[in-house]
C-alpha cells in the first residue's frame, strides 16, 4: 500500500519539477545576436564658454534609435543615433545629435532584468542660432560611458532604460557658413537618459 501511495506522489513531484523549470526557461531572456530599439530622453549639454557659447549646462528632450549585435549572450557591439532638441533662453533651434559605436557588456540571469554596460566612441554636432547668427559645431568627438537595464516582458522584448555620457571637444566652428578660429577645440559633455524598449527577433 504504501508503495502503491508513493509512487504516484513522486512522478507528480517530478512532473511539476518539469513543468516549473519549462516554464521558467520561458521568462529567461535571450540577449543573443540582432537587436533593435527605439526610445524618448532626456538630454542635456554643457559647452566650454567662447564668444559664440556659454558654459552653462543646457537641457531638452529627443529621441534615439539603435540596431545592435550580441555575439555571445554577455558581449556584442551597436550603432546608436540620437537627435535632440534643446531649451536655452539665449539661442533659437538648437539641436544636438549624437552617433555612437559602442560595445556592450550585458550580464543575464535567471530572472527577467538583464543589466548591462557600454563604452565606446561618439561623434557629435550642435547647432543653434544666437543674436541672428548661425553657429554650427562640427567634428564633435569623444568618449562614451553608458549603463542601463533591460526589463523582459518575453523573451522578446524588454523594456529599456538606459543612461549614457559623453565627453569630447568640437574640432570646427562655423558662423553663417564661415569656419572661426577655435584654437584647440571647444570641450563638451552631454548626458542622455533613455526610456524604450529593446526588440531581439
Known amino acids: 500500500m504504501r508503495h502503491t501511495t508513493v509512487r504516484p506522489l513522486l512522478a507528480a513531484a ?3 519539477v518539469t513543468f516549473a523549470a519549462a ?7 535571450d540577449v543573443r545576436g540582432l537587436h533593435l530599439g527605439a526610445a524618448v530622453n532626456a538630454t542635456s549639454i554643457k ?6 557659447s556659454d558654459d552653462q549646462r543646457e537641457n531638452g528632450y529627443g529621441a534615439n534609435i539603435y540596431a545592435g549585435y550580441n555575439f555571445t549572450q554577455n558581449l556584442g557591439l551597436l550603432l546608436s ?17 549624437h552617433i555612437d559605436f559602442l560595445g556592450r ?41 553608458g549603463g542601463g537595464l533591460n526589463y523582459f516582458f518575453t523573451r522578446r522584448v524588454a523594456l529599456d532604460l538606459g543612461f549614457r555620457f559623453t565627453t569630447g571637444e568640437f574640432g570646427t566652428a562655423k558662423i553663417d557658413n564661415r569656419e572661426v578660429e577655435i584654437g584647440d577645440g571647444v570641450g563638451f559633455n552631454t548626458t542622455r537618459l533613455n526610456l524604450g524598449f529593446a526588440f531581439y527577433p
Open 47 to 52: 559647452l566650454d564658454e567662447t564668444a559664440f
Open 81 to 97: 543615433l540620437t537627435a535632440s532638441n534643446i531649451n536655452d533662453s539665449d539661442t533659437e533651434d538648437f539641436g544636438v545629435a
Open 23 to 29: 516554464a521558467n526557461a520561458q521568462r529567461v531572456p
Open 14 to 16: 517530478l512532473v511539476s
Open 105 to 145: 557588456a550585458s550580464f543575464p540571469g535567471r530572472s527577467a532584468f538583464v543589466p548591462y554596460l557600454e563604452i565606446g566612441v561618439g561623434l557629435v554636432g550642435a547647432e543653434y542660432e544666437v543674436e541672428g547668427e548661425e553657429v554650427e559645431l562640427v567634428e564633435g568627438t569623444g568618449i562614451t560611458f
